[in-house]
């Protein structure tokens, strides 16, 4: 049953899994002995009748309970738990199985196209041409039917297997609407449709069996799933605090299941506390959004960009020239400087006013959110205090104590490395309501002490 993590994210369980398997096992076990019945019934129908098109039919659906078999048999396999030796399950015996079903497909069609060769120069005589047309539509019928609840069954649970049995249930469709057919105008003494109508049925099967080889080839080869899966874990990375940049993103099918790995860089301050923090909203966030994908291995590297985003609140606005404030929280300006430190130089740089200057109470705490939204990689102050220092720090954003009278020299003793990182507020302060809902959801508890080091 599903499960949550520590975080609250709903996560799947093996025992989920295992859930999918056995409804995969369980459809193409209803399938194989539907067909085995129904291949029987025409073959019957079509010794007696003397349709030898109908005879072909019952092979093509014999042939089809065979390879249903191998797949149920995929699915059996593939529901042993992990062990030592396989680590990583046996999910892939079903990509096994769905290649020796493609196997088993392509052999069908190379008969087909064989017996209907031999019917050009041949015309049947049917016996029982009411029973004959009864059990063609009876086919045609039934393989409606497993076709559809395959796919059903296939797409819920993302089973590769089910949804290629359903797409060569689907071509008997046709198939059984041209049986149907050729029973009629052969009836009437219509010469050369039989053997034309079969190998043409021959050729769509053999299509869909050349597909579906390529796929298990592939997936066996541990190809990516998709782009557009492979797009989606990008964005959700992307989207996680904390993560500078990432690589090696790999992504494989095992199965009806997807395994994944990825490096993500994170900037070298980050202990590794969080940097376990940030893995782990990465791997449930994926797991949650895409529910295919198993396991999500996730690399963690060092990050230091050239080009960095400075705030330094000022009081008055003189660009560069800018006198550094003596507060944060109720300074009257921001001003927002890119730097690139392997140059030493300023790249860019903007002003903006302060919207939270007057405010009556938290105003450190709503102007840290402030320029956050800017995203900055560092804050160059005098004063900071505890609720704005440690949701810097959330944010992955560092805090350096100023040292210099105006902007430009604060940020050349920044790019010469002579400014001081902080490393805890200079001011104390009780924690907001908010913040503290927060630590005390991640189960820490309350210890003596300023609020930061309470919890």
Same mark, same amino acid.
């Given at each position: 049953m599903s499960k949550k993590d520590n975080w609250g994210v709903k996560t799947t369980s093996l025992e989920e899994k295992m859930s999918k398997l056995k409804r995969g096992e369980k459809a193409v076990g209803i399938a194989t002995i539907t067909l085995i019945l129904l291949a029987l019934i025409e073959?019957?129908?079509?010794?007696?009748?003397?349709?030898?098109?109908?005879?072909?039919?019952?092979?093509?659906?014999?042939?089809?309970?065979?390879?249903?078999?191998?797949?149920?048999?995929?699915?059996?396999?593939?529901?042993?738990?992990?062990?030592?030796?396989?680590?990583?399950?046996?999910?892939?015996?079903?990509?096994?199985?769905?290649?020796? #079903?493609?196997?088993?497909?392509?052999?069908v069609a190379f008969e087909l196209l064989l017996e209907g060769y031999s019917k050009i120069f041949t015309l049947s005589e049917i016996n029982m041409p009411f029973q004959a047309m009864c059990i063609a539509l009876i086919s045609l019928i039934v393989s409606y039917l497993i076709a559809k609840y395959m796919k059903k069954v296939g797409e819920e649970i993302n089973s590769q297997l089910l949804?290629?049995?359903?797409?060569?249930?689907?071509?008997?469709?046709?198939?059984?609407?041209?049986?149907?057919?050729? /029973?009629?105008?052969?009836?009437?003494?219509?010469?050369? #449709?039989?053997? /034309?109508?079969?190998?043409?049925?021959?050729?769509? #099967?053999?299509?869909?069996?050349?597909?579906?080889?390529?796929?298990?080839?592939?997936?066996?080869?541990?190809?990516?799933?998709?782009?557009?899966?492979?797009?989606?874990?990008?964005? /959700?990375?992307?989207? +996680?605090?904390?993560?500078e940049d990432f690589k090696d993103l790999r992504l494989r099918k095992s199965g009806p299941f997807i395994f994944g790995e990825v490096t993500v860089k994170v900037r070298k301050h980050v202990d590794v506390e969080r940097a376990h923090e940030i893995a782990d909203s990465i791997e449930n966030k994926i797991k949650k959004e895409i529910e295919d994908i198993d396991s999500f291995t996730i690399h963690i590297e060092p990050y230091e960009s050239e080009e960095l985003k400075l705030? /330094?609140?000022?009081?008055?606005?003189?660009?560069?020239?800018?006198?550094?404030?003596?507060?944060?929280?109720?300074?009257?300006?921001?001003?927002?400087?890119?730097?690139?430190?392997?140059?030493?130089? +300023? #790249?860019?740089?903007?002003?903006?006013n302060n919207p939270y200057k007057e405010k009556a109470s938290k105003a450190g705490y709503f102007a840290t959110n402030f320029v956050i939204k800017e995203k900055i990689d560092a804050l160059i102050t005098k004063e900071v205090g505890e609720i704005s220092f440690h949701t810097l720090r959330d944010n992955l954003v560092d805090v350096y104590k100023a040292k210099g009278k105006d902007v430009k020299e604060v940020v050349n003793n920044f790019i010469k490395g002579e400014l001081e990182l902080l490393t805890e507020p200079t001011q104390e302060e009780e924690a907001p309501a908010e913040v503290q809902n927060k630590y005390e959801a991640r189960g820490l508890r309350r210890r003596r002490g300023p609020w930061w080091r309470r919890w």
């Open positions: 073959a019957a129908v079509g010794f007696l009748s003397g349709a030898t098109i109908l005879l072909a039919d019952a092979l093509h659906n014999a042939t089809d309970s065979l390879t249903n078999f191998v797949s149920w048999l995929g699915f059996k396999i593939s529901q042993k738990r992990p062990t030592e030796k396989f680590p990583y399950g046996y999910y892939k015996a079903e990509t096994l199985a769905t290649l020796l #079903v493609s196997g088993f497909i392509l052999y949804i290629a049995n359903s797409q060569e249930k689907a071509i008997d469709v046709f198939s059984s609407t041209i049986v149907f057919v050729a /029973i009629l105008l052969t009836f009437y003494r219509i010469p050369y #449709v039989e053997g /034309i109508i079969i190998m043409g049925l021959s050729l769509l #099967v053999l299509k869909t069996g050349i597909f579906i080889a390529k796929d298990s080839i592939f997936a066996l080869m541990d190809v990516s799933p998709g782009k557009d899966i492979e797009d989606e874990v990008k964005k /959700i990375i992307n989207s +996680i605090a904390g993560v705030a /330094i609140p000022i009081e008055t606005n003189k660009e560069l020239n800018s006198e550094v404030s003596e507060h944060f929280g109720r300074a009257n300006y921001f001003i927002f400087v890119t730097v690139n430190k392997k140059d030493e130089k +300023i #790249v860019a740089f903007y002003t903006k």
